[in-house]
Nanobody, 122 residues
């Protein structure tokens, strides 16, 4: 059974930085693109970033482009999300998942982990 464990969230002031980690256990996501999503109260869960398996192409939501960086360490079955220049509107629970693209949007392919809370104060 696949288990994804997100970590690294916390409380930070606007303009600050955090680095999130997502560790996969139970099986690897060898060959799969991996992505991050976030969920804020009153909003639908939204795509944040994705990274492919081999070429390591990266994709970002417009709202985080230039501020967030996704990376992965395949040997460790771990995906990272570096969050810089954080804004209060980035406050959310962040989740990772194996993802696929239907030609337009990124969609999760795996169960969600427990997520990690990011809170940005103004």
């Amino acid at each position: 059974q696949v288990q994804l464990v997100e970590s690294g969230g916390g409380l930070v002031q606007a303009g600050g930085s955090l680095k999130l980690s997502c560790a996969a256990s139970g099986r690897t996501f060898s060959g799969y693109a991996m992505g991050w999503f976030r969920h804020s109260p009153g909003k639908e869960r939204e795509f944040v970033a994705a990274i492919t398996w081999t070429v390591l192409n990266t994709y970002y939501a417009d709202s985080v482009k230039g501020r967030f960086t996704i990376s992965r360490a395949n040997a460790k079955s771990t995906v990272y999300l570096q969050l810089n220049s954080l804004k209060p509107e980035d406050t959310a629970v962040y989740y990772c998942a194996a993802v696929h693209n239907d030609g337009s949007n990124w969609h999760p392919m795996s169960s969600w982990g427990q997520g990690t809370q990011v809170t940005v104060s103004s």
